[in-house]
């Protein structure tokens, strides 16, 4: 047995052992492999052609079917196989022996989870005199379809009247009874949600249908309630030898689990970023009382003073007119710093907005260092104007988390320094979180930006994972620059609504 061979049961496993004994001449090739090369072949085929397994197996396919057709039919073959859609043909065939018959092929391709064509399926039927040998290999037909792992099914007519249906279709549509009913009988509510008249035109036309992620009500016989399910399908007309359409064939997956599983995981990604946004935010207690000392103190200090002057005498109209604005801006502070609170933990959809981006980094570095020595000098070179059109507050959970990551890496070290810095390449502007630290290690580099647990005491393990998340949301994307010179950059791009090229900016200490 061929690696080749092996593979491909491994790949179909039931249906390719069912191919493996049926009694219908059967043959796999390599689709993705130059000439096509057979990689599977069944004892019904040997003893049909009379060809021996050494002579078919990795084979080309042309030189397997010289072997056994005239050029014309091969011809027509490829020309089929070329446009990736399923054909018969009844064509004249030989046995090594010399002696002739006729045959029909029947030609499918195989595609995978990705609906990329892997396979290329090949069935010889003998057309003979008996209708008992007919019946036989209609039966045989009938049977390697009945375990195929998708679902299929053919019908015939205008009316489109079922007269096959595998285990897997009729699981698919929680009906039993199909054989020899119309589709608008068998299901009728296929007929009010247009896949009727998607039939009708692939009869009439001849021109196949391909649906992706098709959503189908199913009414479940017996509860009689409509259960939402998801198809990838194809419908085929299926032709007599004068070239009549006479039926449809359709072959098709249940995508239903994938489609459901698609959407929790959607769910979940934008749980975890709320989940994240609540843990930073649950860190930064500190940094509220740190932020909101300096307003209240400061309405202190001035209603304390108003209170001397009143004591004094008259009050200085100049000074009581400073010290109400003095009063009234740090309230409007205060207030600011609350509602930067509530909404970086808020949870909503993203709101694209243009901001000023000097400004927002400027409150996360106020937010971050509140909650880190003083010894660690965050500084800053936006070009002022520098402007990005974003949702603010998730490009602020970022720069939160990155400028966190780079604090926590000097520490440790003699200099303290994380700079915040920005540069355009095209229409992107880029971001960069530079520190001074001892770097990252090249295997935890490798898969910085994936989920791994923490190493953080209370850490979830998320932070870059979700960064990424969010940039990625955003068009954008994110890595870890190799500086060269120790330390660690972290660096984002993201379309830019404006931009300047970075100039020396403020210092935070």
Request: hydrophobic letters at 40%; proline letters at 5%.
């Amino acid at each position: 047995m061929s690696s080749g061979t092996e593979l491909l049961l491994q790949e179909l496993g039931m249906f390719a052992r069912a191919a493996k004994t049926v009694h219908l001449p059967i043959i796999f090739t390599d689709a993705k492999s130059p000439g096509d090369p057979v990689v599977f072949v069944n004892d019904a085929f040997v003893a049909l052609t009379g060809l021996g397994r050494e002579a078919i197996l990795d084979q080309p396919l042309d030189t397997l079917l010289g072997e056994v057709t005239d050029l014309t039919s091969l011809s027509a073959i490829r020309r089929q196989m070329l446009v990736e859609e399923s054909g018969a043909w009844e064509m004249p065939c030989r046995r090594t022996d010399g002696t002739a018959f006729t045959a029909a092929i029947f030609f499918s391709p195989v595609e995978d989870d990705n609906a990329i064509v892997r396979r290329h399926f090949f069935v010889i039927v003998e057309l003979g005199g008996q209708v008992e040998w007919l019946l036989e290999q209609r039966n045989a037909m009938h049977a390697l379809y009945a375990q195929a792992p998708g679902f299929i099914s053919t019908s015939t007519g205008p009316e489109h009247r079922f007269s096959f249906a595998n285990a897997s279709y009729k699981r698919f549509v929680a009906r039993d009874d199909l054989i020899g009913k119309p589709v608008a009988e068998a299901l009728p509510e296929m007929v009010d949600q247009g896949f009727l008249k998607v039939l009708d035109e692939v009869y009439h036309t001849g021109k196949p249908y391909t649906g992706t992620g098709m959503p189908m009500g199913i009414v479940i016989p017996e509860t009689g309630e409509i259960e939402m399910r998801y198809c990838d399908f194809v419908y085929q007309p299926v032709r007599d030898a004068s070239g009549k359409i006479t039926g449809l064939f359709c072959e098709g997956y249940d995508v239903t689990e994938q489609r459901e599983t698609a959407d929790r995981l959607s769910m979940l990604q934008a749980q975890m970023i709320h989940l994240s946004r609540v843990n930073a935010m649950g860190t930064m207690a500190t940094t509220l009382a740190h932020e909101l000392n300096q307003p209240l103190a400061a309405i202190g200090n001035y209603a304390t003073g108003l209170a001397r002057m009143a004591e004094a005498g008259p009050i200085d109209r100049e000074n009581l007119g400073l010290a109400l604005r003095g009063i009234q801006e740090a309230t409007q502070r205060a207030g600011d710093i609350i509602q930067n609170l509530r909404d970086l933990t808020r949870r909503r959809g993203p709101e694209r907005t243009s901001f000023d981006l000097g400004d927002a980094v400027s409150e996360c570095i106020r937010l971050v260092q509140a909650t880190v020595p003083p010894s660690i000098i965050i500084t800053t070179e936006i070009a002022p104007d520098t402007r990005l059109a974003a949702d603010r507050v998730q490009i602020q959970q970022v720069i939160i988390n990155l400028l966190r990551n780079a604090c926590d890496a000097v520490m440790a070290t003699p200099v303290k320094n994380v700079t915040v810095s920005t540069r355009t390449v095209d229409a992107n502007l880029v971001v960069c979180i530079c520190d001074s630290g001892a770097g990252v290690p090249v295997e935890v580099a490798e898969r910085i930006f994936s989920w791994s647990e923490s190493s953080k005491e209370g850490g979830m393990g998320l932070g870059l994972s979700i960064c990424r998340t969010i940039i990625e949301a955003h068009h954008g994307r994110i890595w870890l620059e190799d500086s060269g010179t120790g330390g660690s950059e972290f660096c984002f791009s993201m379309p830019m609504q404006e931009g300047l090229l970075p100039t020396k900016g403020r210092h935070h200490r």
